[in-house]
């Protein structure tokens, strides 16, 4: 419904809403263009109506009566003054906003946009909190190439390698408002990211790779002092630390993964197991070796109300990261280790094995991005099942024992009972 009035409060006041879902459209007789809008639950705002570049363009000004007439007639009479000349309100609006734009706000917009895993919103999180503390509330068109040189530097006399990382976000965030928020000209917000900057002055901070793995003629020590653990326990939780790291040296699983198996996932009739939330998203299947297959039943058997393999103190959580434990094996073996250098080790091995490059990727479950053939090449789980038992095979025989269950008194089930 649309007509032609003379814009008085009267008037105004007395104009009936419309039947829902409908609207009324009321132009004014005294400023062409300036209209007021009533919505079927009576609310009534005032708007500017008029072509530009030749499409309409309906822009609200304000709601009433808390704007009033004079005043509408006055902002419509800016405004369309602006459209004659071909600018878009609505677009400077938009700009003007988007300008005005936070890092912080950017950050959260990030990670609403974005399916992280929450360890990854987390490690965020405290980049954020660490690096740019200070930078929160700063309207990000006002971070300089000079600002994030001086704080890259400053962070780096406490840790090189979170400095890096602080950057690589901040720089994730600036590209991620380039792509969604433009100014009134339609451009990305962010013409140029300043972390760019970094980049051309070769001011990122040299960090190797940590590279430590378990060396073969270490898997003795570290082995013996890990089966150890059964003997000098004294809660049932040793047995399940035991288990746990001959499961990731034997699979090169990371830690979490290793930690978060459930029994759900695990197929005793195939001899294999699964985890199906991995770093990359994608399923992850392996089969297990001869020893791990003795292990996992072994534990399958001993079940304790748990939906874990590696249950925790609580049975209904999942062990975490037991470094206790690691100390003493660390201790008995003289042999120093992190949970992720047993996924290294397992690599490291793999490798060493000749074992072909596309087994070694799919074993450790890494994406090959730039690898055309990979995607047409299918690696069922049994073809990993040679490798798998190649590597248990070598780290037994470098840390001198044989390759069976026997090393380890389970008391394990006779297989017709597994598969029953």
């Not at 040189?149 to 690589?168: D, F, I, P, V």
Request: net charge positive.
């Amino acid at each position: 419904m649309t007509a032609r009035i003379h814009f008085t409060k009267k008037i105004l006041d007395s104009l009936p809403s419309p039947p829902s879902p409908k609207r009324a459209y009321y132009h004014d007789q005294k400023v062409n263009g300036l209209v007021l809008c009533i919505t079927a639950n009576s609310a009534r705002s005032f708007q500017v109506y008029r072509k530009v570049q030749g499409k309409p363009l309906r822009v609200t000004l304000g709601r009433y009566p808390d704007m009033t007439i004079e005043q509408a007639r006055r902002m419509a009479q800016e405004t369309l003054s602006r459209m004659a000349e071909g600018i878009n309100p609505l677009a400077e609006r938009k700009a003007q906003k988007a300008r005005a734009l936070t890092l912080d706000q950017i950050f959260e917009d990030y990670l609403k946009g974005h399916d992280l895993k929450p360890r990854t919103i987390q490690d965020y999180k405290n980049l954020m909190g660490e690096a740019f503390a200070d930078w929160r509330e700063r309207a990000i068109v006002d971070i300089t190439r000079d600002a994030v040189q001086r704080r890259h530097t400053k962070l780096g006399e406490r840790s090189e390698a979170r400095a890096n990382n602080a950057m690589r976000l901040l720089r994730a965030l600036l590209n991620f408002a380039a792509g969604k928020y433009e100014d009134a000209q339609g451009r990305p917000l962010i013409l140029d990211n300043p972390v760019k900057r970094l980049s051309a002055t070769r001011a990122w901070f040299r960090v190797d790779r940590r590279r430590t793995v378990i060396k073969p003629h270490q898997l003795k020590p570290w082995f013996q002092a890990v089966i150890q653990l059964q003997s000098e326990r004294t809660t049932a939780k040793a047995e399940v630390v035991r288990d746990y790291l001959l499961f990731l040296l034997l699979t090169g699983l990371r830690r979490g993964e290793g930690a978060r198996l459930r029994w759900v996932d695990v197929d005793l009739k195939a001899r294999s197991f699964k985890i199906p939330d991995t770093k990359n998203r994608e399923v992850h299947e392996l089969p297990l070796s001869d020893f791990l297959f003795d292990l996992i039943a072994a534990r399958h058997a001993a079940i304790d109300n748990s939906p874990f393999v590696f249950p925790g103190n609580d049975p209904a959580h999942h062990l975490v990261e037991p470094r206790r434990w690691m100390r003493l094996v660390i201790q008995t073996s003289g042999v120093e280790f992190t949970l992720h250098d047993l996924r290294r080790t397992f690599a490291t091995i793999a490798e060493s094995l000749d074992i072909p490059a596309y087994a070694l990727k799919r074993l450790l479950n890494h994406r090959a991005k730039t690898d055309v053939t990979a995607g047409y090449v299918v690696m069922d789980v049994e073809r990993l099942r040679a490798p798998m038992q190649k590597i248990t095979d070598f780290v037994f025989k470098a840390a001198g024992v044989k390759p069976t269950a026997e090393v380890i008194p389970l008391a394990l089930p006779a297989e017709s009972e597994i598969l029953s």
